[in-house]
């Protein structure tokens, strides 16, 4: 028996990279900008156009963090039931919860005109995956005087999964510094319930092996699955293959040929569905950005729901079929 228990913690604090990453805006700044002084004698910072900051402004005030907390665990058992026969359960955990912020702090310039500025956007993430495989191994077996060698395998197993998430978005910070989702202006919250997958196979093996140089092998798998109509969620994939070591078989070795093997082999494979896909699903409604534009262009209120207590749903753009 052995156990296996890890536990992972890490955290990265990142800026923005690529396009709008303060390396691609340093490239791009003309040789004669001096970069050096980065603050006013006012404390406020250097500006290289009417929202452009220093880059020390937006290391300190613009910024990302990802946090991950996992744990992984195993367990492997082995029993000798008889000569040549073992029973064994490989079972393993991996569960995590990781966190994913972005920080936009006030722009003092952008208040002082009467613009709105600052933002957030904060997301948990949480997903469990447990997975066990039992299995009886029969080691290979002779049959008599014939040269013949039989070997099999028999197992099930089980597969679940759940996972789930949570982001806050928010826009116009009212308190600088202050990243509490409540102390901006405009909030939106989505999540999703947890999303569950179970899918419990059973297969077997048999391998026969005549003088080490000729091997059949047999396989099948049948998996019923949670995420398939109830009344055909279950599938089963086979497979054959034969293979034959040539030099062996006919006792010939030929200079520059030490090994020669012949093998053919056919297999149906099968898969269940992502969770969620024979019904189309609601999702929160929406109003297009070009739309928002217009409203606000015109002195109306930017519309997101719930707004001002309606919620609203409209039909998910992906569609469910039930008979998948």
Known sequence: ??????????SNPYSDDSFNGLDHTLINMPPSTDVRQAWMPDGSPVMFGSNSPHFEWLAENEYNTELTNRWIASQQF??????????????GLDAYVSEYNRFLNERPW???????????????STRTTINDD???????????????TVSALVGGNVYMQDAAFVRGTGSTIVIPDYYNLSNFASQTVTANLPTKRRLVPGYGEVTTDYRDWAFLRLTGRNGWSSTLPTNANSYFYPSASLA???????????????????????????????????????VTGSIAKGANNDIQQFGGPRINFPFRGQPAYTQSTQVGYPGL
């Open 134 to 148: 039992l299995q009886m191994i029969m080691d290979g077996r002779p049959i008599g005087e014939t040269g013949v």
């Open 244 to 282: 034959v070591v040539v030099t062996d078989a006919l006792n010939w070795h030929p200079r520059g040929l030490s090994y020669g093997k012949l093998r053919l082999s056919k297999a149906k494979v099968g898969n269940d569905a992502p969770p969620y896909s024979l019904s189309t699903r609601y």
């Open 110 to 124: 952008r208040t002082a005109t009467g613009n709105t500025s600052g933002s957030t956007q904060q997301q948990k």
């Open 1 to 10: 028996s052995t156990t296996s228990i890890q536990r992972i913690r890490s």
């Open 78 to 91: 082995g029993l000798l039931v008889a000569p040549g026969l073992r029973l064994q359960n490989n079972w």
